[in-house]
Structures are given as C-alpha cells and as structure tokens.
C-alpha cells in the first residue's frame, strides 16, 4: 500500500500535468491534425514543461537550492515556479494559438493562472500541493472538452476523479501536506481552467 500511494506523487507529478492535457486533447479533438504537427506540437510541450524544467531541477539541487523535485519547502519553490512561468509564457506565445487551438491555448493560460497564484502565496509562506493544483486543472479541461465536443468521457473523467482521489491520499500518506493545502491547491488548478471557459467553450 505504502509503494501504491508513493507512486501517485510520481504518476501525475506537476511537470507531467501539461503534456497530459495536450494528449488528452489530441486523443478526444474531432479535429483532423497533420501528423507532423501534432508530433511537433506534443515535442515542444515536453520539451519545454518537463524536460527543461527537469534539468534545472538538477541543476538547482547540485547547487543545495532545492532538496526533492517534489520541492517540499515553500522557500525551494520561488525559482522552479518563476521558471515555470517563464516557460508557460513561452508557450502561449510560440507553440498554440487562441485562433487555430483555442482549447490548449487558454488551457495553458489557465495554468499559467495557476502557476503565478502558487509562486504569489509562496512569498507569503503558504504551501499550497502542486501536485493536486496538477492534476485538478486537466480534470476540468477534460470535463470541458466533453461538453465542447458533446463526446461522453464519462469512464476518463471517473478516472481523473480517481486520480485526484489517489493524488490527495498520497500527499497526506507521506506527510508532504495538510488537508487544508490540499484543498487550496485543488481550487487554485481548477478555478482558472473554469473561468477561462468563457473564452473558449
């Protein structure tokens, strides 16, 4: 069970969240996509929202300025989250755009919001779980994109919703977070994915 409920914080970690929303897109979208395209659309979404971050963590942890790529201490967050957002601008600005992919676009705007709002409460000492932050904004990008394209995801969403379930478990198992941070973290991914609907939906 201890190995069952440690392998959630690795499963749906932060980094891994974004690239999970865009192939969650690209699987469901009715959409005809060149398979050059998505093939270069799902590279620079992994290239720049897991693999640059990744390196940096290394880098940042050869220089004793985080301890965990789970960054369990608020002040170990400052840098990974403004990098993050760095990269997330990039991304809105280079990779997708609000006419021709609408959904990604204002899906990684919406985790942008997200980003921002964790680096903000960082400077005033609140820890919020990123890991839940994660997983709660794809679960509610995909619950839009079944209303958008009037597709039953019914047995996917279940599956998130168990996914954040496990997510929130695990965090509590190791001690990492407090229910409250949890709590706080699961409205921070989700309130931004619901608001940008609007532009979108």
């Known amino acids: 069970m201890n190995i069952f409920l440690r392998a959630a914080a690795y499963l749906f970690h932060p980094l891994l969240m974004p690239l999970l929303g865009t192939l969650l897109y690209y699987f469901i979208t009715p959409r005809y996509?060149?398979?050059?395209l998505l093939i270069a659309k799902l590279t620079a979404v992994c290239i720049i929202t897991f693999l640059i971050p990744l390196v940096t963590f290394f880098l940042l942890k050869n220089l004793k300025l985080v301890s965990s790529i789970h960054l369990e201490a608020v002040s170990e967050r400052k840098i990974p989250?403004?990098?993050?957002?760095?990269?997330?601008?990039?991304?809105?600005?280079m990779v997708f755009d609000p006419y021709d992919s609408p959904e990604l676009y204002y899906f990684f705007v919406g985790i942008l919001?997200?980003?921002?709002?964790?680096?903000?409460?960082?400077?005033?000492?609140?820890?919020?779980?990123?890991?839940?932050?994660?997983i709660a904004g794809v679960t509610m990008f995909l619950i839009a994109l079944s209303a958008h394209f009037k597709v039953n995801?019914?047995?996917?969403?279940?599956?998130?919703?168990?996914?954040?379930?496990?997510?929130?478990?695990?965090?509590?198992?190791?001690e990492s977070h407090?229910?409250?941070?949890?709590?706080?973290?699961?409205?921070?991914?989700?309130?931004?994915?619901?608001?940008?609907?609007?532009?979108?939906?």
Do not use: C, D, Y
Not at 33 to 36: D, L
């Open 113 to 134: 919001f997200s980003a921002l709002t964790a680096l903000i409460l960082v400077f005033f000492k609140i820890k919020i779980s990123l890991h839940q932050m994660g």
């Open 178 to 201: 407090l229910n409250s941070e949890l709590i706080i973290g699961l409205f921070i991914g989700l309130l931004p994915q619901l608001i940008l609907l609007n532009f979108w939906l």
């Open 153 to 174: 995801l019914l047995l996917w969403i279940i599956a998130l919703f168990v996914a954040n379930g496990w997510v929130a478990s695990s965090r509590l198992h190791t």
């Open 33 to 36: 996509v060149e398979p050059e």
């Open 81 to 93: 989250l403004m990098l993050q957002s760095i990269l997330l601008l990039l991304i809105i600005k």
